[in-house]
């Protein structure tokens, strides 16, 4: 199975100068608590935003750069060697940036979104439309708005029809 998981706000904006616009803790444990122990794909650039590969994760980097190195995680330089390599991982779990999305979006079978009610400002990286009309909504859940989690959101998940 391969999954996509993001956060966007309203006009589908993920991020800006390589980095999140927002600060949403409660998206932040939900990504960590679906993404551990899984195999997570997703571009060098994503990649460089953390500080280092993401623990308890096999890290696979996708890039054009054939026999980069990067310590923590493994490099696939096409979609199609990432799929044949990683047949056998029960779940692909796909964490951005856009262009990789874009690449993977004919492949996923699952999308968990986070929707953030608001707009916000200079964003420069967003997820690319895609046909709703290919997907089921299967479960939403309200995100509970305090102190720490200042936006309205929501947890989204698709299955393909």
Known sequence: MISMIW???RNRAIGIENRIPWRLPADMAFFKAYTTG???VMGRKT????????PNRRNVVLTRSAGL????AETVTSIEEALKR????????????SEIYSQFIPYA???LVTE???VFADTDAFFPALDWNDWELIESREGVRDEKN????????????
């Open 7 to 9: 956060a966007m706000d």
């Open 38 to 40: 899984k195999t997570v």
């Open 47 to 54: 990649f460089e935003s953390f500080p280092k590969a993401l």
């Open 69 to 72: 190195e990067l310590e923590g």
């Open 86 to 97: 990683f047949e056998n991982e029960k779940e692909l779990v796909i964490i951005g940036g």
């Open 109 to 111: 079978d699952q999308l």
């Open 116 to 118: 953030i009610d608001g």
């Open 150 to 161: 200042t936006y309205d959101y929501r947890f989204l998940t698709y299955k393909r029809l």
